[in-house]
């Protein structure tokens, strides 16, 4: 199983920037991909979720209306939009694979947890 976060970088605070997941046909067909994100020093937290067929997304408060999750289930790919960037969404972001078709909040129900991508919104 295999994931992998990419497009981080550098973007001022307002800015946009997009994150994408791409991960093994087998891991993605079925099941819920999360986005969390690690900022230094502090713990991981969830970011956004989405289930299997991308009917059901998740937010968490800080970043609800300033992030859209959605997948493409033929390339096997899931995306995080991002505008409205703030400083405080510095961190370095992965994407996971939960052990369902849903995406909880919770990182310990995903199993399949890809390489970090950072990156540093600048005020």
């Known amino acids: 199983v295999q994931l992998q976060a990419s497009g981080g970088g550098l973007v001022q605070a307002g800015g946009s920037l997009t994150l994408s997941c791409a991960s093994s046909?087998?891991?993605?067909?079925?099941?819920?991909v999360g986005w969390f994100r690690q900022a230094p020093g502090k713990e991981r937290e969830f970011v956004a979720g989405i289930s299997w067929n991308g009917a059901s997304t998740t937010y968490a408060d800080s970043v609800e209306g300033r992030f859209t999750i959605s997948r493409d289930r033929a390339k096997s790919a899931v995306y995080l939009q991002m505008r409205s960037l703030k400083p405080e969404d510095t961190a370095a972001y992965y994407c996971a694979a939960s052990r369902s078709s849903y995406s909880p909040t919770v990182s310990s129900q995903y199993n399949s947890w890809g390489q970090g991508t950072e990156f540093t919104v600048s005020s």
């Open positions: 046909k087998r891991t993605s067909s079925n099941n819920g």
